[in-house]
Structures are given as structure tokens and as C-alpha cells.
């Protein structure tokens, strides 16, 4: 028995390069699955001012991090880009009474995360590497010099195995947006028919 048979709900990571549209693609999910109590959309725990950027974050200082990632307040926390990012503790449990939880990830703390949560479904955001650098020019959030090291930034190769799929997003937002709508209710429909 695997442990997707053991778990009813899914932790679904979503993960790819800077700049890829991870949270605009789960932003483009979370619209449709507005209002659907099974599908939650993780706020992570951040040490980055709440002004910046689309994500909707829990904004908090770095010593405020530590205190809470020592109080056991994480099931899972990274640090990347001078930051660090923590999924709430309450998660593990909301996974484990059915629920499809959609993150946005790391790829370097994929490891940790498969051994936080046991069996997940990561889904990775790609797009062409030009792509990538107008659209973090565009966006203005880091500096260039930050923009630089984002690119270059170098991660494990996880594009492969039997929980990857893989999403272009270097063309239109619905394109990618409905590829990962239509992840998500694959792993919804797995949780209905194990219930
Ligand atoms: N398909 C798309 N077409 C055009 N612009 C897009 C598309 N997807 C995302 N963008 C834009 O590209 C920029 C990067 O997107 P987003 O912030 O969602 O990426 P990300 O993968 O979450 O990046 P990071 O890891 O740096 O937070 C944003 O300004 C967003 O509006
Ligand atoms: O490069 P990898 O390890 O995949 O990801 C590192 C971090 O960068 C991104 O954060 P941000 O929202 O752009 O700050 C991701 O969400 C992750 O937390």
C-alpha cells in the first residue's frame, strides 16, 4: 500500500524557475476554484514585506521566523534569494482529512518537503529562459543584479519522476492555468474515490 492509499487528500507543490508564473498560474486556480471547500491554496509564512509582489503572504520578521519555526509552527521551512519561507504546520493535517492543498514550493527543498508529507504531487512551471528574464525585468519586484542571480540560480534536477508533471507557461496564462486546473482535479477525483 502506498502512502497516497493511506492519505486522503493530496499536497499538490508547485515549483519551477523564477519568473516561470508559478503564482500566476495558481492565482488563474484559485479563481476558478473559488469558493470549493476541498481545494485550499496555501498562504506561506514569509520573511518578505507584504507589499511586495502578488503573492498573498503572511508577511513576518526574521526573528519572528525563527520563534516561530523553534514553537514547531512549520511542517516544512527553506531558505532561498536571502529569504525564508515556512507551510504552516496546520496543513499536514488538513492533507490528511482530505483535502487538496496547492503550495508554491521550492525545488531545492523538494527532498524535505517528500519527507515532511510523504507522498505529494509537485507540479513544475517551466518557460524558455528569454521568457523568464522579461518577465522579472517586467515585473520589477528584485533589483537587476537579483534578477541576475535568479536565473543563474542553480537547483537539483527534479523533472523527473512519477509525481511530476510539467507545465509551459511560456505562452498564454489559460493555457498553463487550465494544464494545472486540470492537475488539480485529477488528484481531487483520487481523494473522492478513496473516500
Ligand atoms: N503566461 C504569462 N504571460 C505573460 N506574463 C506572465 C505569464 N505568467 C506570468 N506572467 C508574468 O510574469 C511575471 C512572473 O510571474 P510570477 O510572479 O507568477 O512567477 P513566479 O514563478 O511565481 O516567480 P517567483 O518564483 O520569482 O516568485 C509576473 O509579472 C506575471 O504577471
Ligand atoms: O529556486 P527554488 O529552490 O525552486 O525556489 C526558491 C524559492 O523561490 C521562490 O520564491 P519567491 O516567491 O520567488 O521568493 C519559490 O517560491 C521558493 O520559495
Known amino acids: 500500500m502506498t502512502a497516497r492509499d493511506e492519505t486522503p487528500g493530496t499536497l499538490i507543490v508547485v515549483v ?3 519568473g516561470a508564473g508559478k503564482d500566476s498560474v ?17 498562504r506561506r509564512v514569509i520573511t518578505r ?36 519561507y515556512g507551510i504552516p504546520v496546520e496543513i499536514a493535517g488538513k492533507v490528511a482529512s482530505g483535502m487538496t492543498a496547492i503550495v ?5 527543498a523538494l527532498p524535505a518537503i517528500r519527507a515532511a508529507f510523504g507522498d505529494i504531487a ?3 512551471i517551466t518557460a524558455d529562459t528569454l521568457v523568464l528574464a522579461r518577465r522579472l ?18 537547483t537539483p534536477d527534479i523533472l523527473a519522476g512519477p ?3 510539467l507545465i509551459d ?27
Open 122 to 124: 509537485v507540479a513544475v
Open 137 to 154: 525585468a517586467q515585473r520589477g519586484r528584485e533589483s537587476e543584479e537579483e534578477v541576475l542571480r535568479r536565473l543563474t540560480r542553480q
Open 163 to 165: 509525481d511530476v508533471t
Open 49 to 84: 514585506p507584504s507589499d511586495a509582489g502578488s503573492e498573498v503572504h503572511e508577511s513576518v520578521s526574521a526573528a519572528e521566523f525563527e520563534d516561530m519555526r523553534r514553537a514547531g509552527a512549520f511542517a516544512i521551512s527553506w531558505q532561498a534569494h536571502g529569504l525564508s
Open 169 to 195: 507557461n511560456s505562452g498564454r496564462l489559460d493555457i498553463a492555468g487550465r494544464d494545472f486546473i486540470a492537475l488539480v482535479e485529477r488528484h481531487r477525483a483520487k481523494t473522492h474515490h478513496s473516500a
Open 104 to 108: 508554491n514550493g521550492s525545488r531545492a
Open 16 to 18: 519551477g524557475p523564477s
Open 26 to 42: 495558481m492565482g488563474f486556480a484559485a479563481r476558478h476554484f473559488v469558493e470549493q471547500p476541498d481545494i485550499l491554496f496555501v
